[in-house]
């Protein structure tokens, strides 16, 4: 009974929440300089809002953050959704930091993975440790001088919440910092309590098998480059595999997406980083992101990220489509920056999974292939120097994705075991 009523009364203070925020003109995020380039879709349709994310299910597991010192690891997707509104036809989200001191949850600070908190750093650049200046809570950064939450980060913690959409692929770093952070608080003998959301790249697997020797923050496990697990799902994974260090298992409750299976299709309704801007993108980005290790530009520096590609080395005579990159959010020094690159738009190309063809394709209409590969780069990305050889001695994609079936089988087998969801 008692519980009954504790249950009760939080759902109360989360409804009454919801209805003072909504009668706002706008949320707290809208009233950041930067909101609108978080927003991929600023609709949602009906239909979707019976998908749960575990951010959503606070009954689940506000009960496990009463009266504790509290961690969040966190960035600009670490959001409460609203019903849809039909007033505004707009997405109503708060953040979940915001929501929880709302409800007087005792967080003492923020993790920021890489691009930060708010979300706004560009690819790969350190992330400094401060203060919020919304919450003034303290922030840690885990893409700075530390990766790892270090014991003195943790010291006055008694449990960690980790909330970041992720989108699937190996070499998107999301991951790796939940395996620090998961290792830290093992150490340490803090539990984490992972809120999971869906994988929109979460229906397939495919790619080369990381090399333990590539191992690299770009991929610190030996799975695929497209891996079909939520972040609930891998954090199980971790666990399970014993890749944490010396095998010690962190205490994790993962608080599950409601409805959702793997082959539920989800678009993301903010933008998982600066440079994924909408649904084609993240569709794109395991095969285009490959480019990363590459001299191509894979369409930072404008606003088609990741659904264009281009240098100023690749044959315009077959290559037609023309760009040119210049700094703006989340790029701040693109590769060939203001100069005119040659390539191919690919932002209504129907996409099944992931594919070799554009990198294929840009490799064989490069005017000078020395110029193409950045190598230390592109194997970290690949987690096998096996793919850029392949690619050199002219492999056709089939040829070089079998080469990938027996590794991807195993893993499928491995994968099986830590599935939450159909």
């Known amino acids: 009974m008692t519980l009954n009523v504790f249950k009760n009364?939080?759902?109360f203070f989360v409804l009454a929440m919801i209805s003072c925020a909504?009668?706002?003109?706008?949320?707290n995020h809208t009233?950041?300089?930067n909101a609108s380039v978080y927003l991929v879709n600023k609709?949602?349709?009906?239909?979707?809002?019976?998908?749960?994310?575990?951010?959503?299910?606070?009954?689940?597991?506000?009960?496990?953050?009463?009266?504790?010192?509290?961690?969040?690891?966190?960035?600009?997707?670490?959001v409460i959704f609203k019903n849809h509104s039909s007033e505004t036809k707009k997405t109503l989200y708060t953040h979940l930091v915001d929501s929880l001191l709302s409800l007087n949850i005792n967080?003492?600070?923020?993790?920021?993975?890489?691009?930060?908190?708010?979300?706004?750093?560009?690819?790969?650049?350190?992330?400094?440790?401060?203060?919020?200046?919304?919450?003034?809570?303290?922030?840690?950064?885990?893409?700075?001088?530390?990766r790892k939450p270090t014991p003195k980060a943790l010291k006055e913690l008694d449990i960690v919440v980790f909330d970041i959409q992720d989108v699937g692929v190996r070499f998107y770093t999301?991951?790796?910092?939940?395996?620090?952070?998961?290792?830290?608080?093992?150490?340490?003998?803090?539990?984490?309590?992972?809120?999971?959301?869906?994988?929109?790249?979460?229906?397939?697997?495919?790619?080369?098998?990381?090399?333990?020797?590539?191992?690299?923050?770009?991929?610190?496990?030996?799975?695929?480059?497209?891996?079909?697990l939520t972040i609930g799902e891998y954090a199980k994974m971790i666990n399970g595999e014993q890749w944490l260090a010396n095998g010690v298992p962190c205490d994790i409750k993962i608080i599950p997406v409601k409805n959702y299976t793997h082959y539920t299709p989800y678009s993301?309704?903010?933008?998982?980083?600066?440079n994924l801007p909408n649904d084609q993108s993240i569709k794109l980005y395991p095969s285009l992101g490959l480019f990363e290790g590459t001299n191509i530009n894979a369409g930072r520096g404008t606003e088609f990220q990741f659904q264009r590609y281009g240098a100023p080395f690749l044959n315009n005579?077959?290559?037609?489509?023309?760009?040119?990159?210049?700094?703006?959010?989340?790029?701040?020094?693109?590769?060939?920056?203001?100069?005119?690159?040659?390539?191919?738009?690919?932002?209504?190309?129907?996409?099944?999974?992931?594919?070799?063809k554009w990198v294929i394709k840009a490799y064989q209409n490069t005017t000078d292939t020395s110029k193409f590969f950045n190598t230390s780069n592109f194997t970290k990305h690949a987690g096998t120097d096996l793919l850029q050889k392949q690619i050199m001695s002219g492999l056709s994609e089939a040829e070089i994705k079998a080469s990938w079936k027996k590794e991807l089988e195993k893993f499928k087998s491995t994968r099986a075991k830590y599935l939450m969801y159909p």
């Open 43 to 78: 609709t949602i349709n009906v239909d979707s809002t019976r998908i749960l994310v575990g951010a959503n299910q606070t009954e689940l597991y506000l009960p496990l953050l009463k009266g504790k010192h509290v961690g969040i690891v966190a960035n600009q997707t670490s």
């Open 9 to 11: 009364t939080v759902l």
């Open 317 to 356: 005579k077959t290559m037609t489509f023309k760009y040119t990159p210049i700094p703006n959010f989340g790029a701040k020094h693109p590769k060939h920056k203001n100069i005119l690159c040659y390539g191919e738009d690919l932002k209504d190309v129907s996409v099944k999974g992931m594919s070799l």
């Open 174 to 228: 999301y991951i790796s910092t939940l395996h620090n952070v998961m290792e830290a608080c093992a150490e340490a003998g803090i539990p984490v309590i992972v809120l999971d959301r869906p994988n929109p790249n979460g229906h397939y697997v495919d790619g080369p098998t990381l090399k333990i020797e590539n191992q690299s923050f770009l991929g610190m496990h030996p799975i695929p480059l497209v891996h079909g």
């Open 22 to 27: 909504s009668k706002m003109k706008t949320n």
């Open 268 to 274: 993301l309704p903010i933008r998982p980083s600066p």
């Open 31 to 33: 009233n950041d300089k």
């Open 107 to 146: 967080v003492r600070k923020v993790f920021a993975p890489e691009h930060g908190f708010r979300g706004t750093a560009d690819a790969g650049a350190n992330v400094s440790d401060g203060i919020d200046k919304k919450t003034k809570l303290p922030l840690i950064s885990l893409h700075g001088k530390h």
